[in-house]
């Protein structure tokens, strides 16, 4: 019940297409959906978050959709370039207790 | 711009060595991370610590320890290196609420021979 389930594993996408990935979850009591973004080398960091009393947050070209019901989010990239060819963690966490993170998803954006 | 630092970026061990992997913040952060990173097994946290002297075990503690002395610091220890412990390992930090939005450090790669 504390898993994150992120899919796909890995994907590649034209410049300039959208990029979508989308992670599940069981918990109920999530409160809090962040998304990392980890270039080679790096630590993750922070891209995105969203809470559950909304059904989408955007920044820029990256959005976060929330369907509380289905107990679904799932973060689009649009117009995606080269340089947001990274690795994307989703996550959840219930109040003060540790991140549950999906396993990641490989995004290769290839002009 | 809060900053995360780890000892190394590299490290070679042998099996059976103590190993210390050290993490700074300098943010005034309460809640302080330690993960591994594997190839498709994504992030695993091993430790974390909520305040001074207070730790907590994640889900794959077994292996390692962990010491909290000051607010900043959060020190890993491997007490007798093993090969399966051949990692990306990650510190973290986080302010008290939430504890969603963590500040990672650049990770160091280990590596026991």
């Known amino acids: 019940q504390q898993q994150v389930k992120q899919s796909p594993q890995s994907l590649i996408v034209q410049k300039g297409g959208i990029s979508i990935i989308n992670c599940a979850y069981e918990n109920t009591a999530f409160d809090y959906f962040p998304w990392y973004q980890q270039f080679p080398g790096k630590g993750p960091a922070l891209l995105i978050a969203i809470r559950p009393d909304v059904s989408e947050k955007k920044e820029g070209r990256f959005t976060i959709s929330f369907n509380k019901s289905a107990k679904q989010f799932s973060l689009h990239i649009m117009d995606s370039q080269p340089g947001d060819s990274a690795t994307y963690f989703c996550?959840?966490?219930?109040?003060?207790?540790?991140?549950?993170f999906g396993k990641g998803t490989r995004l290769s954006v290839i002009a | 711009d809060v900053k995360v630092t780890q000892s190394s970026r590299y490290l070679v061990k042998r099996t059976g060595e103590k190993v210390f992997l050290e993490c700074v913040q300098d943010?005034?952060?309460?809640?302080m991370f330690w993960y591994r990173q594997d190839p498709g097994l994504g992030l695993r946290l091993i430790y974390f610590?909520?305040?001074?002297?207070?730790?907590e075990k994640g889900d794959i503690p077994e292996g390692y320890s962990v010491s909290r002395e000051k607010k900043e610091r959060f020190s890993l220890i491997l007490e007798s290196a093993s090969t399966n412990q051949t990692s990306m390992y990650l510190c973290?930090?986080?302010?008290?609420?939430?504890?969603?939005?963590?500040?990672f450090g650049p990770g160091t790669r280990l590596t026991v021979t």
């Open positions: 973290a930090s986080s302010l008290g609420d939430p504890w969603g939005e963590q500040y």
């Open positions: 610590s909520y305040d001074v002297k207070m730790k």
């Open positions: 943010m005034d952060h309460e809640n």
């Open positions: 996550a959840a966490i219930s109040g003060n207790t540790p991140l549950v």
